[in-house]
């Protein structure tokens, strides 16, 4: 299965930057036309303007994905472009950082409606589209810090809303096979890309944050965890994320990890949860 050919149409959210941003790079160079979707029209303009350079046709939509309404639009915007939409690429993120204890209700609220709900929003708005023309892609940006949420600390609502949307793929990947629709989940781990910089996006209806000027020693990994393979490559660049996520998604894999030195940290939270057993 691949929708990655020429004049079919990838939705990218979260593709002014970072992952997204390399994701339509890539897709373009396979001749895709590109929806790009982000909150800010500056950063959307510039990743536009690059993709063009690819010679790729380019609809760039501003678009809140903690907004339903917005997420539908992008949708119907891209339709009415494109004609259809063949590879969705939900992968939108926010983060913030620091202990549990330093988190308010509106830190709760703002990751949980963009990492989560943004992609609960973007299933709807755009799986059933796919499944009643019987083909299509999925690519749900997760984490590693989803993914073993024990060991990073300090990556506060974010591991568990990556685990929710990891959780999500994995049980909606059944049914969409047997509507044509392909569903694959990308686990990145460190990589190169804005996320620290996500106070810059956050609307004001969910006020301010104390998690400000984010670095990575805000996030520590937790005090006897393994260690990573020896060889291990602890951060890639967007660019080297989305290619091994595009190489990969012809052949519809339910998982794409881009990190694989960091198998030991995996085994070791499943084998405590085996242990239970």
């Known amino acids: 299965m691949t929708v990655i050919q020429k004049g079919k149409t990838a939705v990218i959210t979260g593709g002014a930057t970072g992952i997204g941003r390399a994701l339509a790079l890539g897709l373009a160079d396979a001749g895709m036309n590109i929806v790009l979707a982000s909150?800010?029209?500056?950063?959307?303009a510039?990743?536009?303007?690059?993709?063009?350079?690819?010679?790729?046709q380019v609809l760039v939509v501003p678009c809140d994905v903690s907004d339903r309404a917005a997420v539908r639009d992008l949708a119907d915007r891209a339709v009415t472009e494109f004609g259809?939409?063949?590879?969705?690429?939900?992968?939108?993120?926010?983060?913030?950082?620091?202990p549990f204890l330093n988190h308010g209700d509106e830190d709760w609220d703002w990751i949980y409606d963009v990492v989560?709900?943004?992609?609960?929003?973007?299933?709807?708005?755009?799986?059933?589209?796919?499944?009643?023309?019987?083909?299509?892609?999925?690519?749900?940006?997760g984490s590693h810090a989803?993914?073993?949420?024990?060991?990073?600390?300090g990556h506060g609502p974010y591991t568990s809303a990556k685990s929710a949307v990891m959780a999500l793929g994995a049980a909606l990947r059944p049914e969409a096979a047997q509507h044509g629709v392909g569903v694959s989940i990308l686990i990145p781990a460190g990589t190169e890309s804005d996320i620290l910089q996500s106070a810059r996006s956050r609307p004001a209806r969910y006020?301010?944050?104390?998690?400000?000027?984010?670095?990575?020693?805000?996030?520590?990994?937790?005090?006897?965890a393994p260690m990573p393979l020896a060889d291990t490559k602890f951060f890639l660049t967007a660019e080297e994320v989305a290619d091994i996520a595009i190489r990969a998604l012809p052949d519809n894999p339910g998982f794409i990890a881009t990190h694989p030195g960091l198998r030991p940290l995996v085994e070791d939270y499943f084998g405590r949860i085996l242990a239970a057993y």
């Open 207 to 224: 006020g301010t944050t104390a998690n400000t000027g984010m670095s990575p020693t805000d996030m520590v990994p937790r005090e006897g």
């Open 46 to 56: 510039l990743a536009a303007d690059a993709v063009r350079e690819r010679g790729a």
């Open 116 to 141: 989560l709900r943004g992609v609960t929003h973007c299933i709807q708005a755009f799986y059933p589209l796919m499944a009643k023309a019987g083909e299509g892609q999925i690519l749900l940006t």
């Open 84 to 98: 259809a939409v063949h590879l969705l690429c939900a992968n939108a993120g926010v983060t913030t950082a620091g």
């Open 39 to 44: 909150t800010s029209a500056e950063r959307l």
């Open 146 to 153: 989803g993914l073993v949420p024990d060991w990073v600390l």
